[in-house]
C-alpha cells in the first residue's frame, strides 16, 4: 500500500491529527446519550443542536449537528476496525454493558473479505460496526461481497455457508 505525502508551503510534511465525521442526527441530547456508550467517554463540546466527541482510540473528531433527517441518505455505515475477533468481542461487550443492542456478524463475506463483525445503531438509524478482516482481497463472485449493515428496524443474519449471505428479518 502506498502513501501520498503531503507538504506544506514550507516543504514539510502534513501529519494528519485524525479523521473527521460529522452527522446529521434529529436530536443532539439522544444522540450524545447513544454515542456516550458507543465510545464510552464524554462530549467534549456541547452547544445548542452541536456536539463534539475527542475520541483518542481510533482517533477521531466526531461531531453531531441538529438537522432534520429524513430517510437514511448516503453514508452506508461507519466502523472501527480492530485486530482480532478478541477485540471485536471485547467492543461489543462493552456496548452492550452500555445499554447498547448488538448484533453479530461472523465469519460474514463483506466488502470481498471474510469477517467478524458486531453492529449498533445510533437513534437516527446510522450504523456502526466493529470488525476484524480474517481473509482479504477474496475474488469477486455472484454471491454477493457487499457489506450488510442491518437497518435498525431488523435484524441481520450473514452465514458464508453454503455460499455467503445476509438477509435482514424486520
Known amino acids: 500500500m502506498s502513501t501520498q505525502t503531503t507538504t506544506n508551503s514550507a516543504g514539510i510534511p502534513v501529519t494528519a491529527?485524525?479523521?473527521?465525521?460529522?452527522?446529521?442526527?434529529?436530536?443532539?441530547?439522544?444522540?450524545?446519550?447513544?454515542?456516550?456508550?458507543?465510545?464510552g467517554i464524554e462530549p467534549s463540546k456541547?452547544?445548542?443542536?452541536?456536539?463534539?466527541f475527542d475520541v483518542a482510540n481510533p482517533p477521531l473528531n466526531f461531531t453531531?449537528?441538529?438537522?432534520?433527517?429524513?430517510?437514511?441518505?448516503?453514508?452506508?455505515?461507519m466502523g472501527i476496525q480492530v485486530?482480532?475477533?478478541?477485540?471485536v468481542i471485547a467492543v461489543r461487550d462493552r456496548w452492550i454493558e452500555a445499554g447498547l443492542v448488538a448484533r453479530d456478524e461472523v465469519g460474514t463475506d463483506c466488502c470481498y473479505?471474510?469477517?467478524?463483525?458486531s453492529w449498533v445503531s445510533d437513534p437516527d438509524g446510522?450504523?456502526?460496526?466493529v470488525f476484524t478482516v480474517l481473509k482479504d482481497q477474496l475474488p469477486e463472485s455472484t454471491s454477493g461481497a457487499g457489506c450488510c449493515p442491518?437497518?435498525?428496524t431488523g435484524e441481520s443474519t450473514c452465514s458464508t455457508s453454503p455460499a455467503p449471505s445476509c438477509t435482514t428479518n424486520k
Open 17 to 39: 491529527l485524525k479523521a473527521h465525521i460529522g452527522i446529521n442526527v434529529s436530536d443532539v441530547e439522544t444522540s450524545i446519550a447513544f454515542y456516550r456508550s458507543l465510545f
Open 46 to 52: 456541547v452547544r445548542r443542536g452541536y456536539a463534539k
Open 64 to 77: 453531531l449537528n441538529q438537522n432534520p433527517v429524513g430517510t437514511r441518505g448516503a453514508l452506508s455505515h
Open 83 to 87: 485486530k482480532s475477533t478478541e477485540d
Open 113 to 117: 473479505a471474510i469477517q467478524d463483525k
Open 126 to 129: 446510522n450504523e456502526w460496526e
Open 150 to 152: 442491518a437497518p435498525s
